[in-house]
């Protein structure tokens, strides 16, 4: 935004910075003080002009229009993206998972077509993510395991990123992936790891048609979602 209207050291010294934080939080820029300040202290800094400065300001300037509208059109973009996906049947479900916004719930809804049947369990969903892995056993060595050939890559970020996120913002699965780290996994197997537990989450609360939370469940779960313990307190 400030690259816009000011792409030199004197225009920036002549505006000053009371003035040029004015300018930036009209426009709706973030830390707008500190941004000025950095700025017109650099400006302070830079006296000497540079040969075909204006030039090369002149092609900054449009460069960073074209940026801005740019920003602008992805924003129109994702506002649609994320009314179309509030539509769906799911969202309020997917969306009460801790680290699963707007955009990843659309791109969930995007490769997995929205109907869980069509997977017939959580399993084959994570062999889809990618997240399930198999035997990779040769002579007589076995018990390796390694992630399918063939795998959804998108959907593996999908929960890849969420667990990076929840990992952080969500205690429980916090408290998971310090857990897993403790037992001597990378960040990376770590984080693998609360991906596919989640996956058995968001799995049994678009199945019963409920949202995360973080209260008991009064029914037992089947086996293949206690290794998630109660559903509804893990994420």
């Known amino acids: 935004m400030l690259l816009t209207t000011y792409q030199t050291p004197a225009a920036l010294r002549r505006i000053g910075k009371n003035r040029l934080t004015t300018w930036l939080k009209n426009r709706k820029v973030r830390n707008s003080q500190l941004v000025a300040a950095t700025a017109v202290e650099a400006a302070e800094a830079q006296h000497t002009v540079v040969a075909g400065e204006k030039v090369a300001a002149s092609v900054v300037a449009k460069l960073a229009r074209q940026v801005t509208a740019l920003d602008a059109e992805i924003a129109e973009i994702d506002a649609l ?7 769906h049947p799911h969202a309020t479900a997917i969306l009460s998972m801790p680290g699963i916004g707007p955009v990843l719930g659309a791109e969930f809804i995007a490769h997995t077509g929205g109907d869980m049947s069509v997977f017939g369990s959580p399993d084959r969903l994570a062999g889809v993510a990618g997240l399930a892995p198999v035997p990779k056993d040769s002579g007589r060595i076995n ?22 996120v929840a990992a952080r913002c969500c205690p429980v699965s916090k408290a998971f992936y310090e857990r897993k780290r403790a037992e001597g996994k990378s960040h990376k ?12 989450v968001i799995w049994a609360l678009i199945r019963d048609g409920r949202t995360h939370s973080r209260s008991p469940h009064p029914r037992p779960l089947p086996h293949w979602a206690e290794r998630s313990q109660q559903v509804t307190s893990q994420a």
């Open 143 to 164: 018990g390796n395991m390694r992630r399918p050939r063939r795998y959804c890559r998108r959907l593996l970020r999908v929960f890849y990123m969420s667990a990076m």
């Open 81 to 87: 993206i994320e009314s179309r996906f509030r539509d």
């Open 189 to 200: 197997q770590a984080i693998i790891a609360l991906a596919r537990r989640r996956l058995n």
